[in-house]
């Protein structure tokens, strides 16, 4: 059961659209000032899930963070 969880950061126009992000990933951080979302995505969907993601009305940028974390055995 080795997954590998990547990072990906989310660059949103409005905060109501954060709140819809949490369906997708496990949301790490929200950041309402500064309008981004921080979340951990399984590394075999990434692919499906960002194309859904970008689906989305008000989403500005997205971009994959530096971290990768391993799943527990």
Known sequence: MDQRRIQVIVY?????VQQKLSQF??????SKKMNYVCLY????QKDSI????????????????????EAIK
Do not use: F, M
Request: hydrophobic letters at 35%.
């Open 25 to 30: 990933g496990h949301v790490v951080y929200v």
């Open 41 to 44: 995505i399984n590394e075999k």
């Open 12 to 16: 949103t126009r409005k905060s109501s």
């Open 50 to 69: 960002i194309s859904k993601i970008k689906n989305l009305h008000g989403i500005q940028k997205i971009e994959l963070g530096p971290e990768v974390l």
